[in-house]
């Protein structure tokens, strides 16, 4: 009987491990790949942990932001016309634009969340923001706290413009991602305001920003394209898409930068008056000018309308939009001139 044990237990070993020892084995295996699992894991949320490369480029990249309970209360609101610019390329090429350098003081009228505000607070020598949403205002003096920005809550068509002066001085620059429901109105009135030689980096609905850069003869010229161009030189920036928007627009929008001319075509205390003349002008688009302007000349025949265009180099039987800025302004000075012989 002891022999034959002997036996079994040599060819047991000569087969190997039983089915015990090959399952204590395959136990084990499980316990291994859990550790070496773990701990891809643990080097997973270490890497995840460090910013990406080129992050934090500034202190106040760093600045940690509001609680999220009242970011949740930053969403746009429909009823301000709010679209929060977001595109990185866009915002660079709007900042190339305006140039911003240390000794600037600068104008932003509805900054929103800061896409433009953040970094230009670190750049210039002071920042003033016109923001109408109370909570967005409450937001930027929080965040901005420690740098040289003051933000007045309200609505800039409302505001004084001594009021900025007040606080930055007639030399400075101006910054706007525009509402569309209102943009012309601000931009209308900034073009008033500012001193000459201001520059002026604005954003408009695609369709208004080609109105304000059209040219004689084209679809979208008008009077507003003409008050525009007697009052600054403009040019064109860039397009942006309804995709660099949170939410997006239906429309395309349109930067343009200005700079108030230095000289204008006619003195800035007779715009009021010139303005009349613009409407008469376009009142009934297809009509010709020597009917539109017999009013605005004194009520004057449509032959005496035909003369003073003459003399402006005009067709005598031209329509409003085929006139350019220099010859309307010459047809104004002639209103007070003796009529043609």
Known sequence: AGGGRRRRLQRSAARGPGRAGRRTRRRARPARAQVLHGQRRDDRLRRRALPPRGAFPSALAQRPGPA??????????KSLGQHFLNRQTVIQRILRALDPKPEDHILEIGPGRGALTLPLAERVGRLLLVEKDRELAAWLRER???FPVEVLEGDFLELDWREVEARLGSKLKIVSNLPYNVGTAIFTKLLRAAAPGTELVLMFQKEVGERLTAEPGSKAYGSLSIFTQLAAEARTVCVVPPSAFRPPPKVESLVLKFRKREEPLLPQEQWEYFEVCLHDGFAQRRKMLRQNLRAFFGHAS????EARLAATGANPQARAEELSVEQWTALFKARSASPPG
């Open 302 to 305: 449509a032959a005496e309308v």
């Open 68 to 77: 999220p309970a009242r970011s949740r209360s930053l969403s746009p609101k």
């Open 144 to 146: 901005l706290a420690g």
